[in-house]
């Protein structure tokens, strides 16, 4: 879309407005093109069949998360017609529609194609009820009696039961009855509790909710049964909470929690061959359009297939394994000694985050250590890091942990976590009124020779690890006493609501980071205005923000080059003339979730690279506590700028170009660089041999040439 001013011939075009609203790409619709990507893996037959349908659950759980979130709020500004970029909210939901429809049947289609298919001979087969020979039959029969039956409550819908509540992302089996004026319809919740293929043996699986409905029979004896089909409810699951008036945070979130599963319903899903007394029925009791029902031919929820799927123990099904690297360095009992020698740099899933873990450990352990502060946004299951916690408090030491229980659907989670840290005798705060905790950062305050010594990890991803062996993300440990004297204030900022007087080497939201970044940006457009090099590199998970996005341009339009790496939602137009042609958008979505966030900028031939858990959106800058922090040390920095922003924009496999219209193309393949398989073969390489010096890429233009770099662990 060419939204330039004409000017007179041989001048640039230039845009008398920034605040022009075609400018900036619909934030909803840049979310479900990012999951359009996710869907392009699971579509790509050079992928491993079971990595493909990760892929499928990965879009599947998406699309969940982004109709109880973004669709139920768009659905909640009809009201208002709240405008949402140069489109209103209705404009918006009727191109959802549209686009979800279209990317739930390429979904389907690619399942049922040579999916299906290569996972059957792996081991994997579907079996449908209606080709089940006479002896699958009697099994299934038999295991549905034994198994399931005791668990399920069947309930009739007739003017003394009214319609039953579907709770969220459940899963229901909906029954029509024939020839009974006062009971039509019936509804069986199948039990989560149970899983969801049933094994038949030799390979072969049936869906627990047809198991249901081959017997459905036995759950309504003496009625006539004319159809049974499953169904899918989603519903608005964000929490409506008002901090001010709570007097007690966890309690209240606990009553919200157990309240979200009553929202509104946004979307049905439904098999296909449901017929229309029932989908009326249910879109009549569930309060929802057309456009809100999706016919589904397969099986609803995508995901529940997975645990049986990754028992399948055929090579060819999966990715090469590989082994993160172990930073000997801090597999010793002596960590803080090598960390008062340099700072540390771990680039996972490629370093093993078990490091993290032993600084934790080894913390608690330590009797010289005398207190440990972190904070904690999600932290998974079973968590070593929280157990370690526990530990230090029962070992007499101070500890405190920020836990975030507003972390979206990780709440409940939190919450239990909270509570066992109290009883452990953590001592547990929840932050700032309002604001949520995502900045990731742990200070263990040590006694050395007489004096305090405080020791720093700062991390672009949580302290969860499960998700740090598939999420690509940067941790980095020091002892310098500049970062341990800003950790110390932002603890005390989060902890007392105190506001210190100045940083030395963080820049933290919600106080000055949106400014601090803008203050980068023009300082690289006045470079360029005089004709110094100028350049910026940027990696982050999504760019939304108007004012840096005004920045940015700019910045173009100035003559400073600019490329993004941004993984996830843009609302930045590239290559729009007189106003961003020099800004390139690359997306690289692959075997691992791409989450670090870096900023680079050329500072006048010095180099900066800065390093942070936040994107660049107003949440993160105005309703998060975040940090982002320098990096120093030359090695450290050379190392980023090679693994994480060089390698990433000459990857020519996996990246995605954006284009002025919002729409995303492959690059042409000219080098066949794939970035997270080049920095995989770098770590199995330096597994096997620790001193290896692998050559991962000729050196990019990022800033001033410099002599080739050879990458070597810290």
């Known amino acids: 879309m060419q939204t330039a001013v004409r000017e007179p011939e041989g001048k640039t075009p230039s845009f008398l407005d920034l605040h022009d609203p075609r400018l900036y790409l619909n934030r909803e619709l840049s979310s479900l093109a990012f999951n359009e990507r996710v869907l392009e893996e699971a579509c790509d037959p050079s992928v491993p069949p079971l990595e493909r349908l990760k892929f499928l659950g990965i879009f599947s759980s998406n699309l969940d998360e982004f109709f109880m979130i973004r669709v139920a709020g768009l659905k909640q500004q009809l009201v208002g017609c709240v405008e ?34 290569a996972l059957e001979r792996g081991g994997l087969r579907l079996l449908r009820p209606h080709v089940l020979s006479p002896g699958l039959r009697e099994r299934a029969a038999a295991y549905f009696e034994r198994e399931v039956m005791p668990v399920l409550t069947p309930m009739a819908i007739d003017p003394g039961h ?33 899983p969801r293929l049933v094994d038949l043996a030799e390979g072969g699986f049936l869906l627990l909710e047809e198991l249901i409905a081959l017997n459905v029979a036995q759950l309504f004896p003496g009625m006539t049964v004319a159809g049974c089909h499953a169904c899918r409810v989603t519903r608005n699951w964000d929490l409506d909470i008002d901090e001010e008036e709570a007097e007690d945070l966890l309690v209240t979130i606990e009553r919200e929690v157990r309240k979200r599963d009553r929202g509104n319903a946004v979307r049905l899903e439904i098999a296909a061959s449901t017929d229309d007394a029932v989908l009326d029925e249910l879109r009549g009791e569930l309060g929802l359009e057309a456009g809100d029902v999706y016919r589904i031919d397969g099986p609803l929820d995508v995901p529940a297939l997975l645990p049986a799927a990754n028992r399948l123990e055929a090579k060819e099904l999966h990715e ?19 960390l008062r020698e340099k700072d540390l740099l771990l680039h996972h899933p490629y370093d093993s985050f078990d490091a993290v873990v032993a600084f934790i450990d080894a913390a608690a352990d330590d009797p010289d250590v005398l207190a440990i502060k972190q904070t904690l946004y999600r932290t998974g299951r079973d968590s070593p890091i929280v157990r370690a916690l526990q530990r230090a408090a029962e070992n007499g030491k101070q500890v405190t942990a920020l836990v975030e229980l507003k972390a979206r659907m990780d709440e409940e989670a939190n919450i239990v ?23 990731k950062i742990a200070m263990v305050v040590r006694r050395e020779s007489g004096r305090l010594r405080r020791y720093v990890h700062l991390g672009t991803g949580n302290y969860n690890t499960q998700t740090a062996r598939a999420y690509a993300d940067l941790s980095f440990l020091t002892s310098r006493e500049e970062f341990a004297a800003d950790a110390a204030r932002l603890f005390n900022l989060v902890t007392s609501s105190s506001r210190p007087r100045g940083w030395s080497r963080f820049m933290v939201s919600p106080l000055h980071m949106r400014g601090a970044l803008l203050e980068l940006i023009e300082r690289e457009a006045r470079h360029a205005a005089q004709g110094q090099p100028a350049r910026i590199a940027v990696k982050v998970n999504a760019l939304v923000d108007p004012e840096v996005i005004r920045a940015l341009y700019r910045a173009s339009q100035a003559g400073v080059r600019i490329d993004l790496l941004v993984r996830g939602i843009c609302c930045l137009r590239p290559g729009l003339p007189g106003v961003s042609e020099r800004i390139r958008v690359i997306s690289i979505v692959d075997r691992f979730l791409e989450h670090a966030r870096c900023f680079y900028f050329e500072a006048g031939g010095r180099q900066e690279v800065w390093l942070s858990s936040a994107d660049w959106m107003p949440r993160n800058f105005q309703r998060r506590v975040e940090v982002a922090f320098p990096v120093e040390d030359p090695r450290l920095k050379a190392r ?17 170009r954006l284009r002025p219209d919002g729409a995303w ?38 800033g001033t040439p410099r002599a080739a770099r050879r990458r070597r662990r810290p």
């Open 665 to 702: 193309e492959r690059l042409p393949t000219q080098s066949a660089l794939r970035s997270q398989e080049r920095l995989l073969a770098a770590a199995r390489k330096t597994a096997a041999a620790e001193e290896s010096e692998m050559r991962l890429l000729e050196p990019l233009a990022l």
């Open 320 to 338: 090469e394994a590989f082994t993160p690297v172990q930073q000997g360095v801090l597999e010793g009992a002596d960590l803080f000694a090598a």
């Open 417 to 439: 976590w909270a509570r066992a840290l109290e009883q452990s005798g953590v001592h547990v705060v929840y932050g700032l009124i309002g604001i949520k905790t995502h900045c």
């Open 162 to 194: 009214p319609f039953p509540h579907l709770t969220n992302k459940s899963l229901n089996v909906v029954v029509r009855f024939a020839a009974q004026p006062r009971l039509q319809f019936g509804v069986v919740p199948v039990p989560q509790v149970l």
């Open 84 to 117: 949402a970029d140069a489109l209103t909210p209705g404009e918006v939901l009727r191109e959802i529609s549209q686009r979800a429809h279209a990317l739930v049947a390429r979904q389907y289609a690619a399942l049922s194609g040579d999916l299906l298919r």
């Open 640 to 656: 980023i700028i090679e693994e994480v922003l060089q390698l990433s924009l000459a990857d020519d496999v996996k990246a995605r």
